[in-house]
C-alpha cells in the first residue's frame, strides 16, 4: 500500500508561500516559504480542517472532503506509488 502525503518539491514558483493539503491528515497543511527549500507541515487550529480549495483551514462542520491534488513539484528524490 503506498501512502503519498502529497509534499511539495517547493520547486515551482505556483507553491511558494501557498498552504498545500497533506492528503493522509485534513488537520495539517505544506508550507513552501521559498524556491528549493524543503516544505514545513504546519498544523491546523484545533476544531479545524484544511480545506485544498481555499488553502486554509476551516471549521470541520465546512470541511468535506475531496481527492487530493498533484502538486505542482515534488521533492527531489520523490518515486511515485
Known amino acids: 500500500m503506498c501512502n503519498d502525503n ?5 520547486r515551482h514558483p505556483a507553491e511558494l508561500r501557498i498552504p498545500q493539503r497533506h492528503c493522509m491528515d485534513p488537520t495539517k497543511y505544506w508550507l513552501c516559504n521559498d524556491a528549493g527549500l524543503e516544505a514545513q507541515l504546519c498544523k491546523c487550529q484545533p ?7 481555499l488553502n486554509a483551514c476551516v471549521p470541520w462542520t465546512a470541511w468535506e472532503w475531496k481527492p487530493c491534488q498533484e502538486p505542482p513539484s515534488r521533492p527531489t528524490g520523490w518515486i511515485p506509488c
Open 6 to 10: 502529497t509534499k511539495p518539491g517547493c
Open 47 to 53: 476544531n479545524t480542517g484544511f480545506d485544498q480549495d
